[in-house]
């Protein structure tokens, strides 16, 4: 991630925006209603422009060192008295993986929000149609079917608004194999942290708890600790279809970024992995990942 280019997006809107705008940086690309609402009021727009005016600064999240196209998402927490909290997420690329490891803007967003509490969302929006592959990960979310796809390209004032069954016709979903749990949906498995168990251990512990693997019972958790003490994790997230699922160790990245949205990123000094027994596992893809951004993974099955 270019941090610079970040903070030169932020220099880009009204000074008098610049305190909310900061807020970015604390609360891990998330603003608040109230802070939502505040900035609509004072650059006297709707809340879909605002969502377009804000794209170009999740965009600027981006860490593209393959593709060089950035692209930016967000997406709206679902509140039934009115403006919910929005989450920023952009691409992420990973130099020296294979091309099934990026993850999508629109994925980066979704697990932002995912990992921030939020059970439903509104809506999302972004510059460019949604992949195949981001439509069907996005067919595993919770409520999916009253969830707005806004698409709003920024040299463009026209603004397109889908449904998940306009975009993925006659498409193949959780119900094919008779799961009833959705993405996002309010869960938690109870899972004992390995022994010997540290802060690491249990944070990762706690990640697979709340990991969502209804097809492979594969529950997993990441957790990185960053040399400045700061503990980051990251829990797995299935597909129906496989492929498009997000492992650990990707959303673990996607909030390690967000939490560094100021500064450059710290070191990571440690990293542990903790995955239910299943038939699959992500140890290997995992251990590669973090190997390649110079650490050691220690390794827990439960």
Same mark, same amino acid.
Do not use: W
């Given at each position: 991630m270019n941090h610079r280019a970040f903070q030169d997006q932020l220099a880009q809107f009204p000074v008098n925006t610049a305190d909310i705008l900061q807020q970015l940086i604390h609360q891990q690309g998330r603003l608040e209603p109230e802070q939502v609402n505040e900035l609509k009021g004072l650059m006297e727009l709707s809340s879909e422009n605002l969502l377009k005016a804000l794209l170009p600064l999740a965009a600027s999240m981006s860490t593209c060192p393959i593709s060089h196209f950035s692209v930016g998402a967000i997406v709206e927490g679902f !509140?039934?008295? &009115?403006q919910g909290p929005i989450y920023l997420g952009a691409n992420l690329e990973m130099a020296g993986q294979p091309l099934k490891m990026a993850i999508h803007a629109e994925q980066a967003a979704i697990s932002n929000a995912w990992h921030q509490g939020e059970t439903r969302l509104r809506r999302l929006m972004v510059n460019e149609a949604p992949c195949g592959?981001?439509?069907?990960? %996005?067919?595993?979310?919770?409520e999916i079917d009253h969830m707005d796809i806004l698409v709003s390209q920024l040299d463009s004032d026209q603004q397109r608004?889908?449904?998940i069954s306009s975009l993925l016709p006659d =498409?193949?979903?959780? &119900?094919d194999l008779k799961q009833n749990t959705r993405l996002m949906s309010p869960s938690l498995l109870s899972l004992e942290s390995p022994v010997p168990a540290d802060e690491l251990v249990?944070? +990762?512990?706690? +990640? +697979?708890? !709340?990991?969502?693997a209804p097809y492979s019972g594969c529950h997993s958790g990441v =957790?990185?600790?960053i040399d400045n003490g700061d503990i980051i994790s990251g829990r797995y997230a299935e597909n129906v279809a496989f492929n498009p699922g997000m492992t650990a +160790?990707? =959303?673990a990245l996607v909030n390690l970024r967000l939490s560094s949205l100021g500064k450059a990123?710290?070191?990571?000094?440690? =990293?542990? %992995?903790?995955?239910?027994?299943a038939s699959i596992s992500h140890k290997g893809m995992t251990a590669s990942i973090i190997s390649h951004i110079g650490a050691e993974l220690r390794y827990f099955v439960v």
């Open positions: !509140r039934s008295e &009115g592959h981001c439509r069907q990960f %996005m067919n595993e979310l919770s608004q889908y449904s =498409a193949f979903g959780p &119900g249990n944070a +990762a512990t706690e +990640a +697979a708890q !709340r990991s969502y =957790a990185l600790l +160790a990707e =959303a990123p710290s070191k990571i000094i440690d =990293a542990v %992995m903790v995955e239910k027994q």
